[in-house]
């Protein structure tokens, strides 16, 4: 079979205006960045605002191995099956970040012949939204160190004196704003700042990756410009000395902030291999940030199409959590089934050891299990995916089907869209049409009225069944600050290891009765939401020994190699 980069480029596309218009966008809507790619301008909110609202499908998985669920194969395969059987669909997803793409991960445009096309503008920049975000971010930083350094330099009176603002007394002990870039860059992540004569006043700081900023949660969750300038607004980004949060507008940057990413904030139409219309907005890494693509991608599609196909990102105790708990809160769409991809390596990976492939493959189910009933406690039908590999055994796909079916799902049908395309998810697509016709009986999992250790505890228990939480020193410091200032009634993200149901990536299958070790609180105010830094979680990853980008080049014509 042919590489997935080598299918993208052999594929007859159509101008994205053709896509545009099949999908109910009209020409002046349309801003083409080139003949494949289209921003979409935020004024089709208002002509189709009263159209009828199509389903919601959350695409989620087992919990992640190195082989890879195809989570978005899956996504984009379903989307391009239910084009197959005459419904209109659209499917919904994040943009990649070039770390992993030139890390180990490589691109997040699908793959075989159920891929976002042209793949390598998708993986490499696609219309610069996380630029924007990068750029808005460091402005923030560097605004925050000019006006330490002034401040200093001339005392409180002689600042107000020469620029007619009221000194912030920053405390550089107590700067909450990092600096971000998007590589994976390990050495990045503690630097020193304000080193020489005339650069300081010298503290601590440091790098995440830009998927992880504050801004590309804002990005995703905002539903318009105004509501984008309010939350950059709201954004804390150090305390003075006294211990009152200093804000971006306190600063006097979220304006100009809010300027560099106006036109991120506008989602990119692109196409799946069979002309099925994408919407691609905001950023990855539901690990350490809330890992969803955008509320007004969501509400574009589905004003315009039958169903909408949207994924969270790792798995089920990820991105899915986070989609129901903080995205679902805010947007108000809630979905109206669940997909849940799985793989026959996946499930045999938990257990390598335990004896032929079939002892394997039954040891590992109790990971699909546990997140088959963590779907369930959000009372939405859920149809098991199983991503079929050329190499897995009938024997195997029919003994998982088999046992899937006993745990009462609404439905589990084999997905071959990697080979197929659209004819390999039509049964997938079928079985999705009519889990969106049953009442869904969506719930929360926790309240947000609830008390910050009340919300952590459930999520740890319920959510991942854990036998309590324990709370460092700084968290608990940090907790008590939250509470001063009003922010414990805000939804909570937990950043932790995607490799584990729990925050050990060694703890395999469903583990229980461990204990979850908050290391970290942070205030993500124009989000709208804490985020809780669980175990060893690194908001930074870094290259491995041998990172992809060994393999990717360009040759004499333009032509890029190596792209996974």
């Not at 935020?42 to 959350?58: E, W, Y």
């Not at 920053?170 to 590589?183: G, M, N, S, T, Y």
């Not at 199983?386 to 049908?413: H, T």
Request: with cysteine; aromatic share 6%; net charge negative.
């Amino acid at each position: 079979m042919l590489t997935d980069i080598e299918i993208s480029r052999q594929a007859s596309l159509q101008p994205i205006e053709d896509i545009a218009t099949a999908f109910g966008i009209l020409p002046h809507e349309l801003s083409p960045y080139g003949r494949t790619k289209a921003k979409v301008d935020l004024a089709i909110t208002n002509r189709i605002k009263d159209n009828k609202q199509g389903k919601l499908v959350i695409v989620t998985a087992v919990t992640p191995t190195p082989f890879g669920e195809g989570k978005t194969v899956t996504s984009i395969g379903l989307t391009q099956g239910l084009q197959a059987i005459g419904k209109k669909s659209c499917a919904c997803i994040r943009q990649p970040s070039m770390g992993p793409v030139f890390g180990i991960k490589g691109g997040a445009a699908g793959g075989g012949l159920a891929q976002v096309v042209p793949m390598e503008d998708l993986n490499l920049h696609l219309t610069g939204d996380i630029h924007a975000v990068t750029s808005a971010h460091n402005l923030a930083a560097a605004a925050i160190d000019a006006r330490l350094y002034h401040e200093q330099r001339l005392g409180g009176d002689a600042f107000f004196e020469q620029s007619g603002l009221a000194p912030l007394d920053i405390d550089p002990e107590k700067i909450l704003w990092r600096r971000v870039v998007d590589q994976n860059e390990r050495s990045l992540r503690t630097i020193t700042v304000g080193l020489g004569e005339v650069n300081g006043p010298v503290h601590r700081g440091g790098f995440d990756i830009s998927a992880a900023s504050e801004l590309m949660a804002i990005l995703a969750l905002s539903r318009d410009l105004k509501d984008l300038r309010a939350r950059i607004g709201r954004i804390v980004l150090a305390q003075n000395k006294q211990g009152d949060y200093i804000s971006a507008e306190d600063l006097g940057v979220a304006g100009a902030m809010t300027a560099i990413m106006s036109q991120a904030i506008s989602p990119t139409l692109m196409q799946t291999l069979s002309g099925a219309p994408c919407l691609i907005h905001a950023g990855p890494f539901a690990n350490i940030a809330h890992g969803n693509s955008s509320v007004i991608a969501d509400d574009i599609a589905l004003r315009l199409a039958d169903v909408v196909v949207t994924e969270g990102g790792f798995g089920s105790d990820m991105g899915f959590e986070k989609f129901c708990n903080i995205k679902t809160r805010q947007s108000g769409n809630a979905p109206d089934a669940a997909v849940l991809v799985v793989t026959i390596k996946a499930l045999k990976s938990h257990d390598p050891q335990a004896g032929s492939e079939m002892d394997k493959l039954a040891a590992g189910y109790a990971n699909l299990s546990w997140h088959i009933n963590n779907v369930a406690k959000y009372g939405l039908p859920l149809v098991v995916s199983i991503n079929r590999f050329a190499e897995d055994a009938q024997e195997e796909l029919d003994w998982l089907k088999a046992r899937v079916l006993q745990e009462g799902v609404f439905a589990c049908e084999v997905c071959e869209a990697f080979s197929q395309g659209a004819e390999g998810a039509v049964a997938l697509a079928e079985a999705v049409v009519r889990a969106t016709e049953q009442p869904s009986q969506f719930r929360y999992l926790y309240e947000t009225k609830q008390s910050i250790e009340a919300k952590l505890l459930t999520i740890a228990e319920a959510g991942y069944g854990a036998g309590g939480i324990s709370l460092s020193d700084k968290a608990k410091t940090q907790l008590a600050q939250l509470q001063r200032h009003g922010f414990d009634k805000l939804a909570l993200c937990i950043a932790k290891t995607p490799m584990s149901v729990s925050h050990d990536p060694k703890l395999k299958g469903a583990p229980q009765g461990f204990e979850l070790p908050i290391a970290e609180l942070k205030l993500n105010a124009g989000a709208g939401f804490i985020t809780a830094l669980v175990g060893k979680v690194m908001t930074m990853p870094g290259l491995g020994i041998r990172p992809g980008y060994l393999n990717i080049d360009i040759d004499e014509q333009g032509e890029i190699t190596g792209l996974a």
